[in-house]
């Protein structure tokens, strides 16, 4: 088990060849396509964990030339300092961009002002047509699981766009009043048909983007205890009670050993129950009971396009 585990690239191979791209995503690319016409801006949300591997480079394409403003959701899971590099990398970037969570609310009434700054010139140029006070309309785009849903309930105050928890639900485009004068468009979730770099994937696994079944629990929850080894030594063993020069020359595997032991999780014949305990760490990581936890880092990703 440990010698397949460390064979590594064997791994990302598999989540680089993964034939997941659901024939109804490629309707939604067309019909997001098909829809630009009635709309203004785009929102593109992405998850404040992973803002770099939540964004579908194929939209940019898509969104072509329509203003953007990209919302990093889900802030109440990440790590505070790194959404704040974020933030300031998107300044310098020119990139218009906010910070918000869907489950507190906090940050949610900045949305309105910033996709009115991000089309000043726009409502300008209304208004010296005489067209005060025109409809704006947004699109909200993402990859399944980032909060569309969430966001459109929350922006409307109202139940009408279904929350659901499953990848790539389809969902019907519809129409919602945030506000006078102020429309959102929802969109089904839209991945990608192929990763470039098999480290998305793998990061879009461990929020839950990617089927879990599609890989391997094990390999996945290996991969992402090195991630924390290295970057979050502290949450992680203050969560499962380990010690951190222990835990530094370990591989991953060897660690969800460790905390299959600590938890008492056993298989039949006394064997450590690893799959459990991977379970277990992805659960965690995924409701942020492992902490505010960042997988990509702004530093890394300088010359992020949106
Ligand atoms: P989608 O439309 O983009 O597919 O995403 P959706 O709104 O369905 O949200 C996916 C999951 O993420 C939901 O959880 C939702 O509650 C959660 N979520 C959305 N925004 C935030 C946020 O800002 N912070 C946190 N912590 N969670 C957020 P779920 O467990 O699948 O559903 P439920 O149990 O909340 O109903």
Excluded at 79 to 103: G, P, Y
């Amino acid at each position: 088990m440990y010698g397949q585990y460390i064979a590594a690239g064997g791994f990302m191979e598999e989540l680089k060849s993964i034939q997941w791209f659901p024939g109804h995503m490629t309707k939604t690319k067309r019909r997001i396509e098909s829809q630009l016409k009635l709309i203004d801006a785009v929102a593109i949300l992405l998850d404040a964990r992973v803002p770099y591997s939540s964004c579908n480079p194929d939209l940019r394409s898509i969104i072509n030339n329509k203003p953007r403003l990209v919302v990093l959701n889900k802030c109440d899971m990440a790590d505070l300092a790194e959404t704040k590099k974020w933030l300031s990398l998107f300044r310098q970037k020119n990139i218009a961009a906010i910070a918000l969570d869907c489950k507190s609310g906090k940050g949610l009434s900045a949305f309105i002002p910033a996709a009115k700054n991000v089309l000043s010139e726009k409502i300008a140029s209304w208004n010296r047509k005489g067209m005060t006070g025109r409809t704006i309309k947004v699109m909200v785009v993402g990859i399944p699981n980032v909060g569309k849903s969430s966001f459109i309930n929350r922006m409307s105050k109202q139940n009408r766009a279904k929350v659901e928890d499953r990848p790539g639900v389809t969902r019907g485009n519809q129409w919602f009043t945030i506000g006078k004068g102020f429309d959102l468009l929802d969109t089904p979730g839209v991945l990608w048909p192929k990763f470039d770099d098999p480290l998305v994937g793998e990061k879009l696994a461990y929020i839950g983007s990617v089927k879990d079944e599609i890989l391997d629990t094990e390999q996945l929850s290996g991969r992402l205890l090195e991630y924390l080894r290295d970057n979050y030594p502290d949450p992680l063993c203050a969560r499962y009670k380990l010690n951190v020069d222990e835990i530094m020359p370990l591989q991953g595997y060897e660690i969800l050993e460790m905390i299959g032991r600590k938890r008492g999780m056993l298989a039949a014949g006394g064997e450590i129950n690893t799959e459990r305990a991977a379970v277990t760490v992805l659960d965690e990581f995924r409701n942020a009971t492992l902490g505010k936890l960042t997988i990509d880092r702004a530093e890394d990703y300088p010359n992020v396009r949106i």
